[in-house]
């Protein structure tokens, strides 16, 4: 509660730093147009988001500036040097920007202040600084401009970087149908060939209906085939191609692996020689082992197709082109497009490890925006690794909160420069390597947009990035920029 009280003589405004080099007049107009109030200790000057009204003078007493974060208020920033300022300090470009409280302002103890109502401080700035003024907006608009073009940058290098990975991910799966389909096309003929040769009027229709017969099993064996190890698969072959020789089936050796692979044995094959006849056997099981070829070139296309289609939509999971910007999603299928995205750039000797909590519900959120996050928060846990280590993707509850964290073994983040690294333009990166903007633009969407937290613990060995996200949503807003803390000194 503020009480009136005498208002500054000119001599008076001249001892605060801010008002020294004023000339008479100006100092006269101040005094005219401001006031004193007084707060107590423990009372709120001014509130973060409220109108911002009036431009603070501290006279005397010690207050604090703090910041809401995830509904928490922080302290930034607290001091009792007389002449700090705080308020409406953006009061000069009314019209421009939101003219609101970017802090809150404690008095810690009694307090005393210069006030000056906004649009009297607006006037002032314009009318005696006029080209200060002209540099201000032209900093502040620059820089805000700049930021905004510099994070584009970064969006669009880190999604250059993953597409160029989706695109040799894309390229194997496509390269093996490529393959398989021209395979395919000369076991079809090869099948075809073989079939006119033990179809040539020397099987009789009862023969030829117990071989196709056969061939149906074969193909439905294809299925279930079971993935033996290689010294297993070796022995099975050994097993195939014995009986092969043992019954003048020549290219035993070549035959072999296929049948294996196909789950035929031994035992099956000796199904062959009553349904056609020892003549006719060497044909027949050529033919059956253009059956399982076939089989198994046709579940290789399918895999590869289904493959690039998994792909396709880890890359539509991770763009989000087709989805509403604000959508409930589960955080899960974000990780997993992100990782996916990932995949080309992960190192061999890198271990990734995913602990998922699949309790946990949907959550509205900015999905696209999200990943961003996530990308950024791998991409630095795997460029503090280097070749080897390990990196976790980890989920988990807090009371009415979704947390994802991501963990890394790399050397972790010096206790000197861990305040500084949500820091715009701060990175320990080498000049040209990184923008600076990665875990301030993380910081914003998690923060600004999501009403959420993102927090930081490092040692050697052990650094987490621990992302909370509301479980239920707030108000839908756009990322605003996270104004420097004020009350600076002289």
Not at 252 to 260: G, I, S, Y
Not at 289 to 309: F, K, N
Not at 355 to 367: F, G, R, S, T, V
Not at 381 to 402: I, K, N, P
Request: charged share 20%.
């Amino acid at each position: 509660m503020s009480t009136p009280a005498d208002r500054l003589t000119p001599d008076q405004l001249r001892t605060l730093f801010l008002f020294e080099a004023l000339d008479d007049g100006q100092l006269d107009w101040l005094a005219a147009h401001g006031r004193v109030e007084q707060r107590a200790g423990g009372t709120v000057v001014y509130g973060e988001g409220e109108a911002a009204t009036c431009f603070f003078v501290l006279l005397r007493g010690t207050v604090s500036l703090q910041r809401q974060v995830r509904g928490d208020d922080v302290e930034v920033s607290r001091t009792d040097q007389r002449g700090v300022y705080g308020g409406a300090t953006q009061a000069y470009l009314d019209g421009q920007v939101e003219q609101v409280y970017r802090n809150t302002m404690r008095a810690v103890t009694d307090a005393d202040f210069f006030v000056l109502p906004a649009e009297n401080f607006a006037y002032a700035l314009r009318t005696w600084f006029p080209m200060a003024m002209h540099l201000l907006e032209g900093l502040f608009f620059g820089m805000r401009d700049s930021q905004a073009i510099v994070g584009e940058r970064e969006r669009l290098l880190a999604l250059g970087s993953l597409s160029a990975g989706l695109t040799h991910e894309l390229n194997n799966p496509a390269a093996a149908a490529v393959r398989a389909a021209a395979v395919l096309g000369e076991r079809v003929a090869g099948m075809r060939h073989k079939l006119a040769l033990i179809a040539d009027g020397r099987l009789d229709g009862r023969a030829l209906h117990l071989l196709v017969e056969l061939q149906e099993e074969a193909a439905a064996r294809v299925a279930t085939a079971p993935k033996l190890s290689p010294m297993a698969a070796a022995d099975a072959e050994d097993a195939v191609t014995d009986w092969l020789e043992e019954h003048e089936v020549s290219g035993a050796w070549d035959l072999a692996p296929t049948l294996v692979a196909g789950g035929l044995d031994a035992d099956w094959l000796a199904r062959v020689q009553p349904a056609v006849g020892r003549a006719d056997l060497a044909s027949a099981v050529r033919w059956l082992t253009y059956t399982v070829d076939t089989e198994l070139l046709l579940r290789e296309i399918g895999d590869a197709v289904t493959r690039v289609s998994k792909l396709v939509g880890a890359a539509k999971q991770y763009s989000q082109l087709d989805r509403a910007p604000f959508q409930v999603v589960d955080v899960h299928d974000l990780l997993d497009a992100t990782l996916v995205m990932f995949k080309a750039k992960i190192p061999a000797e890198v271990r990734l490890v995913r602990e998922y909590d699949h309790q946990l519900p949907p959550i509205p959120a900015y999905a696209a925006e999200l990943n961003q996050v996530w990308t950024n928060l791998i991409d630095n846990a795997l460029g503090a690794m280097g070749d080897r280590g390990v990196l976790t993707v980890r989920t988990s509850r807090a009371d009415d909160h979704l947390v994802v964290e991501v963990a890394d073994t790399g050397p972790g983040i010096p206790a000197e420069i861990r305040p500084r690294i949500f820091e715009p333009f701060f990175t320990t990166k080498p000049v040209g390597a990184g923008t600076g903007l990665g875990l301030d633009i993380s910081y914003r969407i998690v923060v600004h947009k999501h009403h959420g937290d993102i927090r930081v613990e490092s040692a050697p060995g052990a650094t987490v990035f621990r992302v909370l996200l509301p479980l239920t949503a707030g108000p839908a807003v756009g990322a605003t920029p996270a104004s420097p803390a004020e009350l600076p000194g002289r």
